[in-house]
C-alpha cells in the first residue's frame, strides 16, 4: 500500500508541477512521497517481497523509477540541469571540486577516526562498486537534492541560505543518520554534511547537474576502494 501510495502520489504531484505559479505544496508533497519512500527501501523491499523481482534488480528498478519520476518534476518545474558548456570546462570543474572534496574528507575523516586505510584491489569488486555509486546512488541523491531541493530553495532565499539547508536536509537522510547501523551515527552525518556542501559548490558553478554526479559518484567509490569505517 505504501509503494503504491508514494508512486501515485509523486507521480500526480511532478505532473501538477508548472514552471510558474506553482503551488508550494506541491514541491514539498512530491518529496515527502518519493525520496523517503525510496531512501527506507519501501520501494526496492516492495519489488523483491511482493513483484517477484529479484533483489539485485529491485533496487536498480527502484532507482530507475525515481529517476524517471524526478526528471518528470524537473522538465515540468522548469529546472534547468545543464547550460550549453565546452566539455572541457565542466572536466576540469568536476576534477577540481574531487580534488578538494577528497583532500578535505580524507583529512576531516582521520581527524574523526571516522576512517581507516583499507585499500581493495580486486578489479571486479571495484568495477560493482562503481557502477553502482555513480549509477544507482549519486544519479538519485543529485536529482533529488542539487537539482530540485537546491534549486527550489534558491527560488526562496539567496544562494549560501539555500547551500547550507540542502547540505543540513541531505546530511540528515535515514541513510546517512543511521548509517552502517549506527544511529544516530552523527560523524557519517558530518561527512555527509561536507560532502553534500562540496557536491553544490560543483554544481553552483558549473550549473550542470552531471558534474555533482561525477562528483558524487567518485567520492563514494574512491572512500568504498581506499577506505573502511
Not at 508514494?6 to 508533497?29: R, V
Not at 537534492?145 to 543540513?168: E, Q
Request: with cysteine; aromatic share 18%.
Amino acid at each position: 500500500l505504501l509503494f503504491w501510495c508514494s508512486i501515485i502520489l509523486s507521480l500526480y504531484c511532478s505532473f501538477k508541477a508548472k514552471k510558474y505559479g506553482n503551488a508550494p505544496w506541491n514541491d514539498i508533497l512530491f518529496l515527502l512521497s518519493s525520496w523517503p519512500a525510496f531512501n527506507l527501501g519501501i520501494w526496492h523491499k516492495y519489488l523483491y517481497l511482493y513483484a517477484n523481482i529479484s533483489e539485485g534488480l529491485a533496487f536498480p528498478l527502484a532507482a530507475l523509477i525515481l529517476v524517471t519520476i524526478s526528471l518528470i518534476f524537473i522538465e515540468r518545474r522548469g529546472i534547468k540541469l545543464h547550460p550549453i558548456n565546452s566539455p572541457a570546462k565542466d572536466i576540469f570543474c568536476a576534477a577540481k571540486w574531487l580534488i578538494i572534496t577528497a583532500t578535505v574528507l580524507i583529512s576531516f575523516g582521520f581527524f574523526l577516526k571516522f576512517i581507516q586505510w583499507n585499500p581493495k584491489t580486486d578489479p571486479n569488486f571495484i568495477l560493482k562498486e562503481a557502477v553502482s555509486y555513480f549509477t544507482l546512488v549519486a544519479t538519485t541523491e543529485e536529482l533529488i537534492f542539487r537539482a530540485i531541493i537546491f534549486n527550489l530553495l534558491n527560488k526562496k532565499f539567496a544562494d549560501w541560505p539555500a547551500l547550507i539547508l540542502t547540505s543540513i536536509l541531505f546530511s540528515l537522510t535515514p541513510s546517512h543518520i543511521a548509517g552502517h547501523g549506527i544511529f544516530p551515527n552523527w560523524p557519517y552525518v558530518g561527512m555527509a554534511f561536507v560532502a553534500g556542501f562540496f557536491y553544490i559548490l560543483s554544481y553552483r558553478e558549473s550549473k550542470n547537474i552531471l558534474v555533482p554526479i561525477f562528483l558524487h559518484g567518485s567520492t563514494d567509490t574512491l572512500w568504498k576502494i581506499f577506505f573502511r569505517l
